[in-house]
C-alpha cells in the first residue's frame, strides 16, 4: 500500500508499505479520507517531539473497517467509522475526573501511531478502550466525517468558553477552524458573529463559505476599534483566537466586553509563547480567559452528530479534494491558506 511517511524535518516521502495486519485489540481500516491541517504542514516543515520518525503522518480519519483483530467486538468489515485523534488512557485521575483532553499520558494517531494518509490503517486497541471509534451515520460521507476531529476540538473550545444563546461572538483567524468555529457559534445560538483576519483574500473565501454576519480585515482596520463599534462600547461577550498570534491574543483582551470570555484555541509559536496581558482588565472585567488541547473522545462523538444533524454542515468547507500522491501539493496548499479544508483521499 501507499503511505506519506515522515522521515525528517523537510522530509516526507510517498512510500510503498506492507500493508498491516490488525493484533488482539485492533481494528484495521481503508482509508477513504484523511484531511490535512495546519498541523500537519508544522509536522512537516519542523517535525514533533512527539513524532519518532519514521512515522505515517495523518490524524483526521474515516474509513472503512476491513478486519479485526482478536478480542474485538462490535464491529465488522464493512463498517464506516471515523477515528479520534487525540487518545487519552482513560485510566489517570483527569481521565477519571472527566478532563480527558489534558491526560497527561495522551498518545495521537500519527504521532505515536501510525496515522492516516495510507490506504490502510490500524485503529490502536487504545482507542478503542476509550471507545474511540465512532460510526458514521447514514448520509455522513467519509470526507464530512473526517472533519469530525477539528470540528471536536472546536467545541471543546466553545464549552470550555461557554459559547452561547445570545452571545456576541468574535473569531480572529479566518482558516478551517476559524470557519468551524463561526459555524459552531451559530449553532449554540450566538445572536451576532464577527470573523476578523489580517488577509483580506482568506477572509473573503471564508466569509463567502460561512457568512458571518460582520467581518474585519485587520490589516485594514483596527480590529479592537471595529469591535468595540460594533458593539457600542460594550466588546464583545466571546473572542476566539484561532491563529498562532499573540497579536490577536493581545486583541482579544482589548476587545472583549464585562464577564467576557477568551479563548486562546490556537497556541503561539514554542519560540514566542509570552504575551502583555493587562491584569487589571482581567479583574475588574471579570474575564475568563480558556485554552483548548484537542477534543475527548465525547466530543468526537457530539461533533459527529453536529454534522449528521446538519447543525454543523461542513461538506462546503471541503475545497480540495487530493489523491495519497499529492499529499505534499495539499500541504502546500493548507500553507498557501489556498483552500479551506483540503482532504486526501488515498
Ligand atoms: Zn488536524
Ligand atoms: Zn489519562
Not at 35 to 41: A, I, M, N
Not at 83 to 106: L, S
Not at 216 to 237: F, M, N, R, S, Y
Not at 259 to 272: T, Y
Request: charged share 20%.
Amino acid at each position: 500500500m501507499k503511505v506519506v511517511r515522515f522521515h525528517a524535518p523537510g522530509d516526507v516521502r510517498i512510500e510503498n508499505a506492507p500493508e498491516p495486519t490488525p493484533g488482539p485489540g485492533e481494528v484495521k481500516i481503508r482509508v477513504r479520507n484523511c484531511s490535512t491541517c495546519g498541523t500537519d504542514v508544522k509536522i512537516w516543515r519542523f517535525g514533533h517531539h512527539h513524532i519518532d520518525p519514521p512515522r505515517v503522518m495523518g490524524h483526521e480519519v474515516a474509513g472503512e473497517v476491513t478486519e479485526v483483530g482478536a478480542e474485538v467486538t462490535g464491529w465488522q468489515p464493512g463498517d464506516r467509522v471515523q477515528v479520534i485523534a487525540a487518545i487519552p488512557c482513560g485510566r489517570c485521575d483527569q481521565c477519571r475526573r472527566g478532563r480527558m483532553t489534558v491526560c497527561p499520558n495522551q498518545e495521537s494517531i500519527g504521532y505515536h501511531y501510525d496515522g492516516g494518509f495510507a490506504q490502510c490503517m490500524i485503529v490502536p486497541a487504545k482507542v478503542l478502550a476509550v471507545d474511540g471509534l465512532n460510526r458514521i451515520p447514514d448520509g455522513v460521507s467519509f470526507a464530512e466525517a473526517s472533519v469530525t476531529e477539528p470540528l471536536a476540538c472546536v467545541l471543546n473550545g466553545q464549552e470550555l468558553a461557554r459559547v452561547g444563546e445570545g452571545d456576541d461572538v468574535v473569531v480572529i483567524g479566518s482558516g478551517p477552524i476559524g470557519c468551524l468555529h463561526v459555524r459552531l457559534a451559530r449553532a449554540r445560538g450566538a445572536a451576532r458573529v464577527t470573523l476578523v483576519d489580517l488577509n483580506r483574500d482568506r477572509l473573503d473565501m471564508a466569509a463567502a463559505l460561512v457568512a458571518p454576519d460582520a467581518t474585519i480585515c485587520a490589516a485594514e482596520t483596527d480590529p479592537v476599534d471595529a469591535v468595540l463599534k460594533l458593539t457600542d462600547g460594550a466588546g464583545a461577550d466571546v473572542v476566539i483566537t484561532a491563529a498562532a498570534s499573540g497579536a490577536a491574543q493581545e486583541q482579544a483582551l482589548q476587545m472583549v466586553g464585562r464577564q467576557g470570555r477568551i479563548s486562546f484555541f490556537g497556541g503561539l509559536p514554542k519560540d514566542k509563547p509570552v504575551i502583555a496581558l493587562d491584569a487589571n482588565l482581567v479583574h475588574y472585567r471579570e474575564l475568563t480567559i480558556v485554552g483548548a488541547n484537542g477534543s475527548s473522545p465525547a466530543h468526537n462523538k457530539a461533533a459527529l452528530q453536529l454534522i449528521a444533524s446538519g447543525a454543523v454542515p461542513v461538506a462546503d468547507l471541503i475545497t480540495d479534494r487530493l489523491p495519497l500522491e499529492n499529499a505534499l501539493e495539499a500541504f502546500d496548499i493548507v500553507s498557501r491558506g489556498a483552500g479551506i479544508k483540503v482532504t486526501i483521499e488515498p
